[in-house]
């Protein structure tokens, strides 16, 4: 009996330490986990030319390898925090005893208590959480021991140098090194160096601008351990601390330029790779990986004021709606003015709150806490549905829009109206550009991937392509005529029109038809050819899955910019498919590719040399889905809508352009899509919530100067190229207006030739019936009029 209860008395301690310990341990990283372990790194987004555009990061940090640490770096933050990091095993037990007597001795004292956590243990800190108990002590313990056994002290020394938080929202020196003195750690003297190694333990404390003395007096402490321990010499010691405390200001990350564009790679990037680490070693928040994005700055900043100047310009005249949002001017304003969403666009405009009021006069305050004034003159604009300015109804506490002119502070207002616009490139498939509203920071929505619109006359193409693809030239002829169907009993006979209930202009080419956006003509057309064809072309394309209804062929079916601005991209590309992408390749932290968006091979590309051989292509098949042929003649057609046609806005451009303007009923939305043999561009502008634009508001007097806005920036320095003609393209003269065969005549050089090159099919060409006096006594014999006079009897163009 004696036996048994002295058996028990031994192994229940040592089950109970067993226990004990099984539920420490339960949970924590094994050897092998820390021997692979990787700090948490933010993901770099390159541009196009491989320059770093912006990170996602929720913490500042900069990875710096410890080969590359500056030595003194290294030696100031083990005099600061750990004199024996390499002499002992993970925990400094001499050192704990000393901590725990001068503790002691401190409850009797004015001496502040001490910690005496070594490295290795705030490393594990960093892995086990912040949680104050004794559990957590002996967990961290725990994870020390077997951070020493599975990592050199090297290792340990450059994760707790890359991963430890330094205040300013900088976790690592490098990132510190940037925050507080705006250079990087190869570059510090060794009294910034001593001034990084004391924050560890509460950055705040020593805020070199705010508590400058006591960040002095902790930094030369430092100084003084590091000459004691040798790293220094005396005389180092006191030119370092001979030397100011100089910090700059702290500030914010900036946020990126380009955000619809970044933040929808982000969402591609969270898609496949996860979020944060738990997700996986290559998420988007830890994983440190390395994004070539297909963005072109020139582009993107091109369309970003094209997109932003076109939605201003539309409300121009418009009346002052009112405060974006109303706060209180009570103690705290500056903050909550700070956290209040305000789509401000443009760099110069700032959001402020109305302070207090004298006359037409008001007191404004800014989110830094500064003020100023806003005369009533500068926010003389008249308020909507009365006959008062904004001057006379801005009350205290309303968030308004500003900006600074000569004159003084003066009120702006963020446009109702809204779009998006997207830039492709014709041979890849590449978006090197992205708008998805006025400003990303207000309005997370992008439109340019997110909303659904109706497209309008933009779709026409695509009709028209489709019939050109079943019979018809671009030289048929087709009524613009009155045209009814029958559809059931239930709902009777539709009958459509011409947009703005514009007159018939009877037989027409198809090309006219298409250049004037006649809707009778297309309707038409789309019924002679097959809506379910017209459908099939367009899921094709990859605009939509529509049903086979006429109403379709004005339009009617929704899809969005990127979609649509990629099936022009894939016509402008001699029918060849497009997948279009924001993402060339992502690489790990250690520059490996984890993901490249083109995975095709290419034998021979990376040869030193020519070989005196064909040059080397990528493999793989391009899917068609259109005629090569069919899609240049459309292009061929569409090139009339810019010179003569609705698109017109861009033909001062002077370089060859294709594309097609839309107008929405109501009209609600406007549109552009079209572009030069190498980049499409597609944009939209419409109310979120749709409604009429008013009367005035068309795609070639609305949209398309906005394209042309972007054009004359984004292309400029771009190669002028004509459109090229693929093999199985006939060129053939024929008369413009009547699609009839023309010999002896030759194309002028002007917008509105009577005679024009028309591309067709073999065997589809018009035959040879007419002479050259037929041609000329057509033109001066008024049977077909001229354009002058069709649009001056037609009211214009849209």
């Not at 790194?41 to 555009?53: K, T």
Request: hydrophobic share 40%; glycine share 10%; charged share 20%.
């Amino acid at each position: 009996m004696t036996r048994r209860r002295l058996l028990l008395l031994i192994l229940l301690p040592l089950l109970l330490a067993g226990a004990c310990y099984w539920q420490a341990t339960r949970g924590l990283p094994t050897t092998a986990d820390l021997a692979a372990f990787s700090p948490a790194l933010p993901s770099m987004v390159r541009d196009v030319d491989g320059a770093i555009v912006t990170s996602y990061t929720r913490e500042r940090r900069v990875f710096v390898p410890y080969a590359e640490l500056p030595p003194r770096l290294i030696q100031a933050y083990i005099a600061a925090e750990d004199k024996t990091f390499f002499e002992h095993g993970g925990i400094d037990w001499q050192g704990i005893a000393a901590a725990v007597l001068t503790n002691i001795e401190s409850l009797f004292t004015d001496r502040r208590p001490v910690g005496a956590s070594t490295i290795t243990q705030q490393v594990a800190k960093s892995l086990v959480g912040n949680e104050v108990s004794l559990w957590r002590k002996i967990r961290e313990a725990i994870l020390a021991r077997r951070l020493e056994a599975a990592l050199t002290k090297q290792q340990i020394l450059e994760i707790y140098l890359n991963q430890i938080f330094l205040g300013r929202n900088a976790y690592g020196v490098e990132a510190a090194a940037q925050a507080y003195f705006g250079k990087s750690v190869d570059r510090l003297a060794l009294a910034e160096m001593a001034y990084l190694a004391i924050l560890p333990k509460a950055p705040s404390t020593y805020d070199p601008l705010r508590r400058r003395e006591r960040a002095l007096a902790r930094r030369d402490y430092v100084l003084r351990q590091m000459a004691a321990n040798g790293f220094i010499s005396e005389g180092e010691r006191a030119a370092a601390a001979a030397m100011p405390l100089v910090a700059i200001p702290s500030r914010a990350t900036p946020r990126p330029r380009d955000d619809y564009f970044i933040e929808e790679v982000r969402r591609t990037l969270i898609a496949r790779f996860g979020e944060t680490q738990a997700d996986g070693p290559n998420s988007v928040y830890g994983g440190g990986l390395w994004i070539r994005t297909s963005l072109d700055p020139l582009m993107q900043a091109a369309a970003e004021q094209a997109m932003r100047d076109g939605m201003t310009r539309f409300e121009a005249n418009r009346p002052w709606r009112g405060p974006v949002a109303q706060i209180e001017t009570g103690d705290g304003w500056p903050a909550r003015l700070a956290g209040t969403p305000v789509p401000l666009g443009y760099p110069a405009w700032q959001k402020a709150v109305v302070l207090a009021k004298s006359g037409l006069e008001s007191r404004i305050g800014f989110a830094d806490g500064s003020s100023a004034t806003l005369p009533g003159r500068l926010a003389a604009r008249p308020f909507r549905a009365s006959n008062r300015s904004a001057a006379q109804v801005l009350r205290p506490g309303d968030v308004i829009v500003v900006t600074r002119t000569p004159g003084g502070w003066a009120l702006r207002q963020p446009p109702e109206i809204s779009g998006g616009m997207v830039v492709e490139e014709v041979a890849s498939g590449r978006i090197r550009a992205m708008v998805g509203g006025f400003d990303a920071r207000a309005q997370a929505f992008n439109r340019a991937t997110q909303a659904n619109r109706q497209p309008g006359s933009t779709f026409k193409p695509i009709v028209y392509a489709t019939a050109m693809d079943n019979g018809f030239t671009p030289a048929s002829i087709v009524v613009d005529g009155p045209y009814c169907v029958f559809q059931t009993k239930l709902l009777g006979t539709k009958c459509f029109k011409n947009f703005n209930n514009l007159r018939s202009a009877g037989p027409q080419t198809l090309r006219w038809g298409l250049e004037q956006s006649r809707n009778l003509m297309t309707v038409r057309v789309a019924d002679a050819t097959g809506m379910d064809r017209i459908v099939a072309q367009a899921k094709a394309l990859g605009i939509g899955d529509y049903q086979p209804v006429l109403s379709i062929a004005l339009g009617a079916g929704e899809t969005t910019v990127l979609k649509l601005t990629n099936a022009y991209a894939q016509m402008f590309n001699e029918g060849r498919k497009l997948e279009p992408g924001l993402i060339d390749y992502v690489q790990d932290r250690n520059g490996r590719i984890i993901w490249r968006r083109d995975n095709r091979g290419c034998p021979g590309c990376n040869a030193p040399d020519w070989n005196g051989g064909p040059m080397p292509r990528p493999q793989g098949r391009v899917s068609q889905v259109m005629d090569p042929r069919t899609a240049y003649q459309i292009v061929h057609v569409m090139e009339g809508v810019i010179q003569r046609g609705t698109g017109t806005a861009l033909a001062s451009l002077k370089r060859p352009l294709a594309g097609k303007t839309g107008t929405t009923n109501g009209p609600n939305d406007v549109w552009f899509v079209g572009g030069t043999p190498d980049i499409v561009a597609g944009l939209y502008l419409g109310y979120d919530q749709p409604r009429s634009l008013g009367n005035a508001a068309q795609g070639g007097s609305t949209a398309a100067p906005v394209w042309r806005q972007w054009g004359q920036v984004a292309l400029q320095d771009w190669p002028t190229l004509p459109f090229a003609i693929p093999a199985g393209v006939r060129m053939v003269r024929i008369d413009r207006r009547s699609g009839r065969r023309v010999f002896g005549v030759w194309p002028d050089p002007g917008p509105r030739p009577a005679v024009i090159w028309e591309a067709f099919k073999p065997d589809s060409e018009p035959r040879r019936i007419n002479r050259v006096q037929d041609v000329l006594e057509r033109r001066a014999g008024g049977r077909v009029r001229s354009d002058a006079e069709f649009l001056e009897a037609e009211g214009g163009i849209y």
